[in-house]
């Protein structure tokens, strides 16, 4: 059943893609020259904030939780400001770690750094030491589509984590952070840091994610659109040439689960606005993504569970949720409780509205940057 259904929406998907003139490698669609890409993403902020550095850390031989190794490991960060010191220790560092799919530069896009980065504003850039990694498969590190495709070592959470504090402890040369922030997948991870590193921060703020193994819905789309690459003839086991159709064809259950149905309802009110979202979302999906990669973005999940470890994490913690996210929340009525199992620990929904965005939201720092701005002064 599930198979039909996955192969009945890539059908839909690729009928309206078919008629795109035939440009991009492997699908038949060029994507605008100004693309806001998946999602919405526009063009970075970049240069203008102060102290602005992008870099590249190697690690040698990293030994992967499945026993692979790889003789070099790169991350690929953004650091912005310079770190402040009280001897040799650095006291201003926030660590923000990105979602599924995405890179450091979603903190960069004008709808979180504008209202977050400001003198004045939560993360101000002139306050705090910024440290925006991509994790181990997204942005610029090391990930499938380098070369070694479907022989790229299956990479995990703890993997990112690991290779993050690396970068944090190793090249940066901070060894206790004063907030881990982040979102989605990141958020996820945030919550791993809490607790493979209790004395490592004071504070820790997972947003858009929850403290338990993937289930439900979150599970389900997952599967989806990993089953619609692998089953793909055109995927060739990860060694195709050429994209196969079925990543832009299927890459609508990105946006469809991502997104909430009141913002939708404006964005497709009628058929032929909703095939123009399916062609637009295949195309930019076309334009950025390559399917090992995401094959391995979205498996990478597959054994993250830190809810035995709660009871471990020593920071002060603050987790945000959004109560029209169709990914976490509704299969996951107890999360006031579970989150009393961290000393301290606290629990915030945002409210449904007009100017939110389901799980999206994430991406839009003025519906919850006044609770990063109070929890850290909460913290002082």
Not at 162 to 182: D, N
Not at 287 to 314: C, G, H, M, Q, T
Request: hydrophobic letters at 35%.
């Amino acid at each position: 059943m599930t198979t039909c259904v996955i192969g009945s929406f890539v059908a839909y998907s690729v009928a309206l893609l078919a008629g795109v003139s035939d440009h991009h490698v492997g699908l038949g669609v060029t994507p605008p020259a100004n693309s806001a890409g998946v999602g919405g993403m526009v063009k970075p902020v970049g240069s203008d904030l102060p102290g602005y550095t992008e870099g590249e850390f190697e690690v040698r031989d990293f030994r992967f939780r499945t026993g692979d190794r790889l003789p070099s490991l790169k991350t690929h960060y953004v650091t912005i400001d310079t770190p402040k010191r009280d001897g040799d220790r650095v006291t201003n560092a926030v660590l923000l770690l990105h979602g599924t799919t995405g890179s450091g530069t979603q903190f960069l896009q004008p709808s979180f750094a504008r209202v977050m980065f400001g003198p004045g504003q939560p993360l101000d850039a002139t306050k705090y030491y910024l440290i925006l990694p991509d994790g181990i498969g997204h942005g610029g590190s090391s990930k499938p589509s380098d070369g070694l495709r479907a022989k790229f070592p299956r990479y995990d959470y703890r993997d990112m984590v690991e290779a993050q504090r690396k970068l944090v402890t190793e090249k940066l040369g901070v060894k206790r952070l004063r907030l881990v922030l982040g979102t989605s997948m990141g958020g996820m991870h945030t919550w791993m840091w809490g607790t493979l590193y209790p004395d490592e921060m004071d504070s820790l703020m997972p947003v858009a994610c929850l403290p338990a193994p993937i289930g439900g819905r979150n599970l389900y789309w997952r599967r989806i659109i990993i089953t619609a690459i692998k089953n793909d003839p055109a995927y060739e086991d990860g060694e195709y040439e050429t994209q196969p159709p079925a990543l832009a064809a299927v890459w609508p259950a990105f946006k469809l689960m991502t997104d909430c149905p009141a913002h939708l309802a404006e964005e497709a009110p009628t058929i032929d606005k909703a095939d123009a979202l399916v062609r637009r979302t295949g195309v930019e999906a076309a334009r950025s993504e390559d399917a090992n990669d995401v094959v391995y973005e979205f498996e990478a999940s597959r054994d993250y569970d830190p809810s035995a470890d709660l009871d471990k994490i020593k920071a002060r913690l603050l987790t945000i949720n959004f109560a029209d996210d169709e990914l976490n929340l509704p299969g996951f009525p107890d999360l006031d409780q579970v989150v009393k199992q961290v000393k301290g620990g606290r629990s915030v929904v945002i409210p449904a509205t007009a100017g939110t965005q389901g799980h999206s939201t994430l991406r839009l720092g003025k519906v919850w940057g006044k609770q990063v701005a109070e929890f850290l002064a909460d913290g002082k």
